[in-house]
C-alpha cells in the first residue's frame, strides 16, 4: 500500500512571507503550476489512488484537484477534513513574519515558530465560519502549539486512513507544513525536539510504501 502526501503549491500568504494558519488564503500561478507538475510525476510514477483527504481550506483542496487531474484521476474520491488543517497561528495569523521579527526578536519568532509546546498569542477563530459549525467548541481552537497540531492529525490516520490501507487502498494527502509535518513525525517516530528538521517543500510528492502490518518499507521524494 502507498500514501502519497503533498503540501499545497505556493500561496499568497508564502508568496508574502506572513502566517496564515486557518486562514482561507489561494494559490499564486505559480503554486497552481507546481500542483500540475505534481501531478504529471505522479502520473509519470503510475501512481493511482483509492481516496484523497485534504484539509478544509482552498490552498489545499485545489492542490488536491489539480494533481487529480494532470494525473488522469479527477474521479477518485474526496475527503475534506479541518484535521489536515494547517498549525492555529492565532493573533499571529496575517502578521508579516520580518515585521514581527522586528517587533519580537528573531528568538521569539524562532519558538513561535519551531518550539514544540510553545503557544503563540492566543485569538479565537472559527465560530462564525459554517465550514466548522458542527464541531465541539472544544475542537475551535484559539491557538496551537506543534504538540496540539500532531494530537489534531493523529485521529485522522488511525480512524480514517488505516483502515483504508489495511483493505490495501492507496491514499493521497494533501495538506499543509505542519499538519503534514505531524504526521511525519508519527510515522516515522521523530523525537519532538527533531521535528523542526522535519522538511515538507511545496508541492513536492513524498512517497511512502506500507507493508501489510503498516510498516514503512519505502519512502521516496518524487
Known sequence: MKVVLIRHGESIAN?????????????TKKGEEQ????????????????AV????????????????????????PLIKTWRLNERHYGALIGKNKDEMTAIYGA???KKWRRG?????????AGN?????????????????SLDLTVKRVIP???????????????????GHGNSLRALVKYLEAVPENEMDTIAIPNA???????????????????
Do not use: C, H
Open 35 to 50: 500542483a500540475k507538475a505534481a501531478g504529471n510525476k505522479i502520473k509519470m510514477a503510475q501512481l493511482q489512488f483509492d
Open 15 to 27: 508568496f508574502e512571507n506572513y502566517w496564515t494558519g486557518w486562514l482561507d488564503v489561494p494559490l
Open 53 to 76: 483527504f485534504t484539509s478544509v481550506l482552498q490552498r489545499a483542496i485545489l492542490t488536491s484537484q489539480l494533481v487529480l487531474e494532470t494525473s488522469d484521476q479527477l474521479w477518485v
Open 204 to 222: 513536492a510528492p513524498i512517497v511512502y510504501e506500507f507493508d501489510d502490518k503498516l510498516q514503512i518499507i519505502a519512502k521516496k521524494l518524487l
Open 156 to 174: 485522522l490516520w488511525q480512524d480514517q486512513i488505516v483502515p483504508l490501507l489495511l483493505e490495501g487502498k492507496n491514499i493521497l494527502i494533501a
Open 107 to 109: 528568538e521569539q519568532v
Open 128 to 144: 462564525f465560519d459554517r465550514r466548522y459549525q458542527n464541531l465541539a467548541t472544544q475542537d475551535l481552537p484559539k491557538g496551537e
Open 116 to 124: 514544540y509546546f510553545e503557544m503563540p498569542p492566543l485569538e479565537y
